[in-house]
Each structure stands twice: as structure tokens, then as C-alpha cells.
């Protein structure tokens, strides 16, 4: 039994939604579940199939719990909406409020608060669906083209000339009205998660493929993680520091994922941050807590101990 001081009993776990990330979602969720179940919460699940706000509050009023644990990815779970209907409700959850979730999700206004705060990111311009790619005026390649607000490397892809970025464009707007193009950054690709706002070792990132895409992210078989990763102290700590920096910039509250590329110069170049990181057998922020002591019930127990109302 775990040492953590609890602040609830009556929780409900909330999953499913309408994202492009709902089958993850339901995994993540069904994990933190059965986590919260070992450590003797009272836990339901509460699937959500539709974001309609009246649904979602007869839903959650009829289970009436203390606190919800929201294992929801993309969509309405991380962009605040479903924040803004908590608050409503006064029932504290866990992760971030609703602007920090907002800003969080929409890669460019990221990107823009990074910048405002002196973060080193990559340099990228937003397109919307412009008649003819292939005049955008952006000639750094290789680079990164992907949907604004989506995650888990939905319609995400890494091109090496500009005959590829009509096409690259076409396949992000499937899945979002406006897209970002983005230097690509050589080097390793790491991430640090932060658990009580602060960064827990920093995780090495090695595909088998040729980038971390969703294929990737939910098998084991096909990535190799390293944790701590194999860097130089100084660098790691500096990596840490600027991952709690974008954090606290995005004002994201006790957890988050930070995922960073390290250049071949050994500068660390902030990607995004993740409000609400995957929660399963693969997922990263896990990895991380594990090598800083804590296992995924801990993990789970202290993410819910840390809920508050109006973030």
C-alpha cells in the first residue's frame, strides 16, 4: 500500500470520446482503472461516445463521483472542452485546465508561447487549405508537416523535398483544418515527463522505423526505449530544465509529456507538450515514473491525489 495521502475515494475514470485517439484512449483508461481498483478506490469507468456537453453531464452527475480521472487523448478531452465542463460541474479532475489544455493541443499557439518564453523550438509556418501547395514559401527540408491539434502522429509526415509537401498537406488536412510545417530536427528524439511539476528522467526515443509514428508508439516490437537516456549529464539536466520550462509556460498543471529533439550539436529543440500523455503497457510518462521509483499504481494515485476545481 502506497504512502500517498488520499483526498478521494469515489472516482470515475474518463475514456472513449470521438478522436482519431479513441481506441488509445480506451485503453489508457481501462489500465488506470484497474490501477486505482488494486489500490482499493471505489472506481467506475465512464465511456463517453458523444461530446454533446448535455451527455456528457447527465453521464457523469448520474455516477456522482468525488473526481474524475480523465484518460481521454485529442479531441475534446485535451483541448479543454471537457475541463470547462468539470469546472462547470465543480467536480475536480486530474491534468491541466482548460486554457493550458487549449494552448497545449493547438501546436502553433504552442509554438508561440515557446517563443515568447525564449524556448528554442524548430521553425515552422501554419497553412490552411491554400489552392496550391507547392507556392508556400517554405524551403527547409527535410521537415515535419502535421495536423495543428492532433496527436499521436495522426497525419504526420516527414518529407525531404518540396514535390512531397502537396501531398504531405493533403493527407494533415484529413484530419485538421490547418496544418503546420516544421523544420525537421536531426538527432535524438526524447521526451521527459513531468509529475508534480517536476521532470523525471529523461527517456531516449529509438524507432525502428523511420520516425516515431503511430505504428511506432503502440508497438513495442518496432522501438527501442532507453531510460535514462544515454547523454551526458550537463545535457540531460539542460533537457529537463527546458521541458519545465515549456510546462510551466503553457501553465500546465502536475503532469504532462515533453517531447524534445536533441540536435547533432547537442541542443535540445522543444516539440510539444502532451496535457494528457498515453497511459498504457507502452506509453512513456509510465517509463519515466518507473525509473524514478514509482510504478504505474503510484503513478496513477498521485496524477488523481493532485485533482483540483477551477485550474
Known amino acids: 500500500m502506497s504512502n500517498i495521502k488520499r483526498k478521494f475515494n469515489n472516482v ?33 469507468s465512464c465511456i463517453l461516445d458523444s461530446i454533446d456537453k448535455n451527455t456528457i453531464m447527465e453521464k457523469i452527475s448520474k455516477l456522482k463521483p468525488e473526481a474524475i480521472f480523465i484518460a481521454m487523448h485529442g479531441g475534446a478531452g485535451e483541448d479543454g472542452r471537457i475541463q470547462r465542463i468539470l469546472e462547470e460541474l465543480k467536480i475536480p479532475y ?60 495522426v497525419g504526420l509526415s516527414i518529407i525531404r523535398s518540396k514535390n512531397e509537401l502537396d501531398d504531405a498537406i493533403k493527407e494533415a488536412l484529413k484530419h485538421d483544418v490547418q496544418v503546420m510545417i516544421a523544420s525537421y530536427i536531426s538527432g535524438k528524439e526524447v521526451t521527459v515527463g513531468m509529475l508534480d511539476d517536476e521532470p523525471l528522467p529523461v527517456l531516449e526515443i529509438v524507432p525502428h522505423r523511420d520516425f516515431y509514428d503511430f505504428q511506432a508508439k503502440y508497438d513495442d516490437e518496432l522501438t527501442k526505449y532507453v531510460v535514462p537516456a544515454e547523454i ?80
Do not use: W
Open 12 to 44: 470515475s475514470v474518463l475514456m472513449g470520446g470521438e478522436s482519431e485517439e479513441r481506441d488509445i484512449s480506451l485503453i489508457s483508461g481501462k489500465a488506470v482503472l484497474g490501477s486505482l481498483k488494486k489500490r482499493g478506490y471505489e472506481v467506475t
Open 94 to 153: 486530474t491534468g491541466s485546465g482548460p486554457k493550458a489544455s487549449l494552448d497545449a493541443m493547438n501546436k502553433v499557439r504552442s509554438k508561440e508561447i515557446f517563443i515568447e518564453n525564449g524556448i528554442l523550438t524548430a521553425d515552422y509556418i501554419a497553412v490552411d487549405n491554400v489552392e496550391n501547395k507547392l507556392l508556400i514559401n517554405f524551403d527547409n527540408f527535410p521537415c515535419v508537416v502535421k495536423p495543428v491539434s492532433q496527436g499521436s502522429s
Open 232 to 311: 551526458e549529464d550537463e545535457l540531460s539536466k539542460k533537457t529537463q530544465a527546458m521541458a519545465k520550462k515549456a510546462h510551466n509556460a503553457l501553465g500546465c498543471d502536475y503532469f504532462s509529456r515533453v517531447d524534445l529533439r536533441i540536435s547533432t550539436d547537442n541542443k535540445p529543440y522543444i516539440l510539444e507538450v502532451n496535457t494528457i500523455p498515453g497511459l498504457t503497457s507502452h506509453s512513456l510518462l509510465p517509463k519515466a515514473a518507473l525509473e524514478a521509483g514509482y510504478d504505474f499504481c503510484d503513478l496513477c494515485e498521485k496524477i488523481l491525489n493532485s485533482s483540483g476545481i477551477m485550474k
